[in-house]
Every structure is written in C-alpha cells, then in structure tokens.
C-alpha cells in the first residue's frame, strides 16, 4: 500500500487487492483495510465525511480522498471507477520490452501487462485518468 498524503484533507492511497469488486459492498472492506493501516503506521484516523474517487484497473486501486466535514461516525460518498485505464510511466526503455508508449522523455506501458512484475513500481509511478488520455493522444507507439 502507497500512501500519499497531499495535504491535511486530501490523501491519495495506492493498492493491491484479491477482494472481489463485482460486488459494490466490498468496497466498504478495502476502505475499512485503508483505515486500520492509515491508524498503525501513521496514527491517522479516519473521521467524518468522505468524499472518495476509487479508480480499479484489475487488482490494482487508487483512492482519491478528501474529508469533507465533521459527522459523528466515518461516511464516504464514493464515486467508482470500474476498469479504469491505466499506465505505468519509466524512464528506461529497457526496464520492460514489449509495445511502450514515448512521450515528454518517459516511457508507459498498460498496468495490466506489467502488474504481475511486482518489481515494475521500484522503477515507475502509475498514472490514471486525464494523465493517460494525454499519453495516448500524444504519445508514439515504440517497441
């Protein structure tokens, strides 16, 4: 799990998950995942009104979170991104071979191809979102 906390309100969480998403419902399960690990490693409790942006692109999700207001227990309005399109931006060519995309000096490949090579976020960052539109309008095709 990556955690990036953007400032007091916002956090961004990164993560890897076998929890089945076909059902909604389980979405409660990671978010409550989320909490216990946020409250070990770095004493942050999770509190009041959320509003939650969940991107999932297989077993891989991204949480944008933002705390919204004070509430006696934690609520998340969540919005859920099913299948999202995603990449894994390098700097060498030669980390992975296969089609890549080029663009602004970095190299991107689809999240599903390389998921499986756990090593593949010691040398990169997921993008998602506007991010990758832009990467496939403007990127070139390599191999």
């Known amino acids: 799990?990556?955690?990036e906390f953007l400032d007091q309100d916002i956090l961004?969480?990164?993560?890897?998950?076998?929890?089945?998403?076909?059902n909604r419902n389980n979405l409660g399960l990671i978010l409550k995942e989320i909490g216990i690990y946020l409250n070990r490693k770095y004493h942050y409790l999770l509190d009041g009104i959320y509003d939650v942006e969940c991107y999932q692109c297989g077993k891989y999700f991204i949480f944008?979170?933002?705390?919204?207001?004070?509430?006696?227990?934690?609520?998340?309005?969540?919005?859920?991104?099913?299948?999202?399109?995603?990449?894994?931006?390098?700097?060498?060519?030669?980390?992975?071979?296969?089609?890549?995309y080029y663009y602004q000096g970095n190299y991107y490949m689809e999240l599903p191809r390389v998921l499986d090579k756990t090593y593949c976020f010691e040398f990169g960052k997921v993008i998602y979102g506007e991010a990758v539109d832009e990467v496939?309008?403007?990127?070139v095709m390599i191999s």
């Open 136 to 139: 496939l309008k403007n990127g």
């Open 1 to 3: 799990m990556k955690v």
């Open 12 to 22: 961004n969480v990164e993560m890897m998950s076998q929890i089945d998403i076909e």
């Open 64 to 100: 944008e979170m933002e705390w919204e207001s004070d509430y006696p227990t934690i609520d998340f309005n969540i919005t859920f991104h099913p299948n999202s399109r995603m990449l894994l931006e390098f700097m060498d060519s030669e980390y992975f071979f296969g089609k890549k």
